[in-house]
């Protein structure tokens, strides 16, 4: 059971936009930055959004990130099959005093 | 470029000690706004943070692990290691090593190693 709650899978179709929520309380996404990370089917995970929102060097800006409350999204615009992959949000939680992750839902592309 | 690369034993017995080291190549380990961290991965299952330390000594630790966890870093080799004691099946798992960029509050994991299997059997 993730401390950070995912939904357990996403799909979408090429060329579409999609969305995968990542939802939290008062002690980790309400009061610190969410991180994202791509994890590609037999890799290690990949910094996609860190700071709610902001993107790495050679990320696309096809993929964003928001925050609001408690909760976190990370959108994906103009969806490609080569971003199949588990999504993962991270926060610091201060009660537990350590990083969370959420589940890590699997993306189909359809 | 900085590259990290975890390395040790990848089968551990019941009630021992795993240990791994992560050996960081272009960039030192002692840098001002770097943290260094392990994540673990279930087969199967999802990220796992496990703890960070800073090349001061200061260490993090996740609270579900933190009796059995300690992670220390050797300035001189440019490496930081693991040791996970009392092992079980259930700390069978893929092991990452990752840097921890600025804050470790408010920071990133930006670069991570590739991960080794560890697998915990008699």
């Known amino acids: 059971q993730s401390v950070l709650t995912q939904p357990p899978s996403a799909s979408g179709t090429p060329g579409q936009r999609v969305t995968i929520s990542c939802s939290g309380s008062s002690s980790n996404i309400g009061s610190n930055t969410v991180n994202w990370y791509q994890q590609l089917p037999g890799t290690a995970p990949k910094l996609l959004i860190y700071?709610?929102?902001q993107r790495p060097s050679g990320v696309p800006d096809r993929f964003s990130g928001s925050k609001s409350g408690t909760s976190a999204s990370l959108a994906i615009s103009g969806l490609q099959s080569e971003d199949e992959a588990d999504y993962y949000c991270?926060?610091?939680?201060?009660?537990?005093?350590?990083?969370?992750f959420g589940g890590g839902p699997k993306l189909t592309v359809l | 470029q900085l590259q990290l690369q975890e390395s040790g034993p990848g089968l551990v017995k019941p009630s021992e000690t795993l240990s791994l080291t992560c050996t960081v190549s272009g960039g030192s380990i002692s840098s001002s706004s770097s943290y260094w961290g392990w994540i673990r991965q279930p087969p199967g299952k999802g990220l796992e943070w496990i703890g960070n330390i800073y090349y001061g000594g200061s260490t993090y630790y996740n609270s579900s692990l933190k009796s059995r966890v300690t992670i220390s870093v050797d300035t001189s080799k440019n490496q930081f290691s693991l040791n996970l004691s009392s092992v079980t099946a259930a700390d069978s798992a893929v092991y990452y090593c990752?840097?921890?960029?600025?804050?470790?509050?408010?920071?990133?994991?930006?670069?991570w190693g590739k991960g080794t299997t560890v697998i915990v059997s008699s």
């Open positions: 700071s709610n929102n």
């Open positions: 990752a840097r921890h960029k600025e804050n470790i509050y408010f920071g990133h994991m930006d670069v």
């Open positions: 991270a926060a610091w939680d201060d009660s537990l005093n350590g990083w969370v």
